[in-house]
């Protein structure tokens, strides 16, 4: 379990500091309102009314999105520190 946090966690980073080296930031913060709206309908629904017996919606929103989410702005974060300053606009 452990193992699959850190490695949602890396594969969050990578992914938010690629998007925002590319200035796609719509879709980072699209990706990262997704995953914790995400959070927020697990979290709010029965357990009934998942999809199954709602076992993976939960491995997946409580398990996997908020690592995800987090690793994408620190992503995010580490590439405005490591931005290029060289440029003049």
């Known amino acids: 379990m452990t193992l699959i946090a850190v490695t949602s966690l890396f594969i969050g980073i990578c992914v938010g500091f690629v998007l925002a080296r590319r ?9 990262i309102l997704g995953l914790v709206a995400l959070i927020a309908f697990a979290a709010l629904a029965p357990i009934d009314s998942l999809p199954g017996e709602g ?3 939960l491995i997946v929103a409580f398990l996997i999105a ?24």
């Open 55 to 57: 076992r993976a919606v």
């Open 66 to 89: 908020p690592p995800m989410a987090s690793g994408m702005f620190g992503g995010a974060v580490i590439a405005w520190l490591f931005r290029d300053r060289t440029t003049r606009t």
């Open 23 to 31: 200035f796609a930031l719509r879709t980072l913060v699209g990706l």
